[in-house]
């Protein structure tokens, strides 16, 4: 696609000069918005997330400067049911989409912060992976945005005559940040495909080849749930043939091979760093990095060898689990703080639209962080439903409750069922399943009560009525 379809200055012009905006820094003029969202990037990650190893300075400056929410998390861990959400802020069960080959509804799109933003005359861009439908879906996607260059599927990191993947996407940000006018905000949406792997093709972290040696000297500790006990404990529909095991031989199953796909996820992830440099710095010459708003998340997290597995899905911290930053200039005395309330996926939408000033529809199931980067207090959820209905023959269906100290979860499809609990609040390595432990009886009943008021409100949901979390304490 040429950008001829899609740069439409005359009424981009417009727009600008319907929201009166005025250029530079203005208390008056909404805020430019960055949305940066890498893939299978889990929350300890990166260097403000705890990993000392990874190379990542630019990200770890927009904790510095931002507020990082530290216990963030995805209501359903695989991509294009992650990537719905952040679009519409709704859960899985809400906007139906648990697979690949569904895009958006119309009236999806309505809700979803693109659509908003540009009808609120902000110019808008969307590069990298898109992730929600089949590729005769794109068209209609790009014809929402001023400026899109997203791909359907996975895309290729390596490609004759182009610069890698992750740089190539860094290239097209530049671009879009070069066609901004100054008088008009501007949205962009940046969807790294790192550090998720090249399916089929090994060493499967094709990480940029002038990294590959970034990481040599360095040794790598293995990490929680490496032993196999876990994995030996497992029913069988849980071991065997399953995705997640597969994968894991391919990219883990010895310790060599473990310690070059773990040194190329880093590897990946400091590629991703690298360009969101590249972007800080075009926008702090433009002189609008005061007035702009930036976003980072991942889509959703990732076992890296533990358990004997590889890939996502299931419902352990690796793979739901999240970084979640919000640099707003506006908050400067802000800088550098944490907050530890569960935040989710589905928060970016209201968060987005808030902090250009606009209100979210009140069928959103998500809630806006900006009071929260604020440093307010106010009340906050206390607990989050967990949905992984993605229809596949090798990758076992769950869902369940975390509330916080408790998890619990069950895939609903084994029989018998096979369901684990923790007590996060003394077990947070999730070591200890306590799912058929007589005196935890009470709390298991519990988490089970609310799964199904969960699924009750949820399944009951209404794009157009206003969205009500189920009370707490109903059966």
Not at 421 to 443: C, F, K, Q, R, S
Request: hydrophobic share 35%; net charge negative.
């Amino acid at each position: 696609m040429g950008h001829s379809r899609r740069e439409f200055l005359g009424t981009l012009g417009s727009a600008a000069a319907g929201l009166g905006c005025r250029s530079g820094p203005d208390a008056g003029r909404p805020p430019n918005i960055l949305f940066l969202l890498t893939d299978d990037q889990r929350f300890d990650m990166f260097g403000a997330g705890g990993n000392k190893i990874i190379r990542t300075p630019n990200i770890d400056r927009l904790a510095n400067e931002g507020v990082m929410f530290t216990n963030n998390y995805v209501t359903t861990s695989i991509c294009a049911v992650s990537r719905a959400s952040f679009f519409t802020g709704l859960y899985a069960r809400c906007h139906g989409i648990h697979g690949f080959a569904t895009s958006l509804s119309e009236e999806q799109h309505q809700i979803s912060y693109p659509v908003r933003l540009r009808s609120a005359g902000y110019r808008t861009g969307f590069i990298g992976k898109y992730g929600v439908g089949r590729a005769r879906h794109i068209e209609d996607a790009a014809a929402r945005y001023d400026y899109f260059e997203g791909w359907p599927g996975q895309g290729q990191y390596l490609v004759p005559g182009r610069a890698h993947m992750t740089e190539h996407l860094g290239n097209q940000a530049l671009e879009f940040l070069d066609g901004a006018a100054s008088g008009q905000p501007w949205n962009l949406s940046v969807s790294f495909k790192a550090p998720h792997v090249q399916d089929g093709v090994d060493p499967y972290f094709i990480n940029d080849p002038r990294l590959d040696d970034m990481y040599d000297g360095t040794r790598l500790q293995p990490f929680p749930h490496m032993d196999g006990s876990y994995y030996d404990s497992l029913p069988d529909f849980l071991k065997a043939h399953t995705e997640s095991r597969l994968r894991w031989e391919r990219r883990f199953g010895t310790p060599a091979k473990w310690e070059e796909s773990v040194k190329r996820y880093y590897a990946l992830i400091h590629g991703v760093d690298v360009q969101i440099g590249r972007m800080l710095a075009k926008i702090e010459a433009m002189g609008q990095l005061d007035n702009t708003v930036v976003i980072f998340t991942g889509d959703n997290g990732f076992f890296l060898g533990e358990r004997g597995w590889a890939g996502k899905w299931y419902m352990h911290e690796e793979s739901i689990r999240t970084p979640m930053i919000v640099r707003d200039p506006r908050l400067r005395v802000r800088a550098g703080t944490q907050r530890r309330e569960m935040t989710l996926n589905i928060d970016v939408c209201p968060t987005i639209l808030s902090a250009a000033g606009l209100d979210a529809p009140e069928s959103m199931n998500g809630r806006d962080l900006m009071p929260l980067a604020r440093g307010e207090s106010i009340a906050w959820r206390s607990e989050w439903f967990y949905e992984h209905l993605f229809e596949h023959p090798r990758v076992p269906q769950s869902e369940g409750i975390h509330a916080g100290d408790w998890k619990w979860f069950e895939f609903p499809q084994s029989e018998p069922r096979y369901e684990e609990m923790y007590h996060l609040a003394v077990d947070p390595l999730e070591t200890i399943n306590l799912a058929g432990a007589a005196d935890h009886a009470e709390t298991r009943a519990r988490l089970v009560s609310r799964r199904d008021a969960w699924i009750e409100s949820l399944e009951a949901w209404s794009i157009d009525q206003p969205w009500n979390e189920p009370v707490y304490g109903e059966a």
